[in-house]
């Protein structure tokens, strides 16, 4: 069965204060790990797919890298309007309409 | 403007008492999906539908039906709701080449609570 693990479940940073999130997973065959981003009372909004360990994607403050068992979130100097839910997602070569989601990390940046 | 509507964004219900979630998107996506959305347990994909007229269960689709008559239009029916039916529901659409980047259009969400 395909499995994701996110951790921590909650990570307070400092304005600047840079940090990983991590997402680990167990799939059959891996077609794609996606990234998303949940701001309270909102739904998850799209950031980054990797197909290949090694593959790397950078937005603003943001770099997601994969490896063969693994996938990191890097928040470089984060500022407070990075505070959010970070989901990460499996996507199978077979049955590739199934999303398979993380219970997402909490990042809490304060000023 | 580009977006996925759900209405109601809130319901209380009581058990057994039928009710349908809409959910509407603009972007001529023929892939739409419903999730839910329990703490400790993510968001875990509920049906989906590739087209007009074809649907598929995903994770968790007991007590569920969806139809799909409509390109733009994908409800949820809880024919029988039950407590243990309490989350937050999302619904999400995407082109089908978005599909193999994972790239999903979410709604805001409607918050259910069955008593």
């Known amino acids: 069965e395909d499995q994701v693990t996110q951790s921590p479940e909650a990570l307070r940073l400092q304005e600047g204060e840079s940090s990983s999130l991590n997402c680990s997973y167990t799939v059959s065959g891996l077609r794609g790990l996606f990234w998303y981003r949940q701001d309270p009372g909102k739904g998850p909004e799209f950031l980054f797919t990797?197909?290949?360990a090694g593959e790397e994607k950078e937005k603003e403050r943001l770099k997601a890298t994969l490896t063969k068992k693994e996938s990191f979130l890097h928040i470089t100097a984060p500022k407070p309007e990075d505070s959010a839910t970070y989901l990460c997602?499996?996507?199978?070569?077979?049955?590739?309409?199934?999303?398979?989601f993380g219970t997402g990390t909490r990042l809490l940046v304060s000023p | 403007e580009a977006q996925v509507t759900q209405n109601p964004r809130y319901l209380i219900t009581v058990t057994g008492k039928k009710l349908t979630v809409t959910c509407s998107q603009n972007m001529n996506h023929e892939y739409m999906s419903w999730y839910r959305q329990d703490p400790g347990l993510g968001l875990r994909q509920i049906y989906y539908s590739m087209n007009v007229e074809v649907t598929d269960k995903g994770d968790v689709p007991e007590g569920y039906k969806v139809s799909r008559k409509e390109k733009r239009n994908f409800p949820l029916i809880l024919e029988s709701p039950s407590p243990n039916q309490t989350s937050l529901y999302f619904c999400?659409?995407?082109?089908?080449?978005?599909?193999?980047?994972?790239?999903?259009?979410f709604g805001e969400g409607s918050r259910l609570t069955v008593l």
């Open positions: 997602a499996v996507q199978r070569n077979t049955g590739f309409q199934k999303l398979v």
């Open positions: 990797l197909y290949s």
């Open positions: 999400a659409s995407s082109p089908r080449e978005g599909l193999y980047t994972g790239e999903l259009f």
